[in-house]
DNA sequence: CGTGTAAGGAATTCTGACACG
DNA sequence: CGTGTAAGGAATTCTGACACG
């Protein structure tokens, strides 16, 4: 599942570049629990392409004039629905196939 | 054609890291022409997921004992070996639908 | 609440050079 | 030739804080 896309290797400065965003709102979304960069043995925060378009998602709300609490909310709702979706997949698949245990 | 694969967006902190190569090693190769990072505006070097595949392949070779001169070469007989190829699909396409011009 | 900024320190990166071989 | 290292400077990143609102 996991590719390039999701290896946390670019720094704030890159991803500043990228984004258009300041370095301060970057790190002011983790602090809110928004986004989850890893970080190098001595602190420096990494990126993966995946949270760049994660964070271009929370600019276009941001200007939208929504809190970041409401964006977190969202984010988290859509991970839910995502879970039950599967759940139902996963329902289906085992009352066709007859599944037990 | 090109992806997240091919942004250069790494550090070379972090490709030392990935690459188990020193920085020194890094730089090396790319004065003797075997990788070509881009650099941010302040002179930074950026690389891309391909340019560490690619770096991962120049480490083999130099651990076989080839030189940087040799690896350059077998790099270039590579792409000319793909590029005759293309242009062999190319033109058995042509002959096939009869293109002109 | 969300973001800017100045502050000071620590870690990163860069280049050119010397060393050894 | 290929790589390590010490050198000095410049740019990056980090945290905690104050500001405004």
């Known amino acids: 599942m996991s590719s390039y896309k999701d290896k946390k ?3 704030i400065g890159i991803v500043s570049e990228l984004t258009g965003l300041s370095e301060r ?8 629990g928004l986004i989850f ?3 190098t043995k001595r ?3 990494k990126y993966s ?3 760049i378009e994660l964070l271009l998602k929370i600019a276009d709300k941001r200007e939208e004039g ?3 609490y409401e964006i977190k909310k969202d984010f ?3 991970t839910k629905k995502k879970d ?7 329902g289906q698949l085992n009352a066709h196939f007859n599944i037990r245990k």
Chains 1, 2 share one sequence.
Do not use: A, S
């Open 9 to 11: 290797v670019i720094t």
């Open 25 to 32: 709102k970057i790190r002011y979304y983790e602090e809110r």
């Open 37 to 39: 960069p890893e970080r």
């Open 43 to 45: 602190g420096t925060r």
């Open 49 to 51: 392409f995946t949270d």
């Open 66 to 68: 929504i809190q970041t």
């Open 76 to 78: 988290i709702n859509e």
């Open 84 to 90: 039950i979706r599967d759940q139902m997949i996963r």
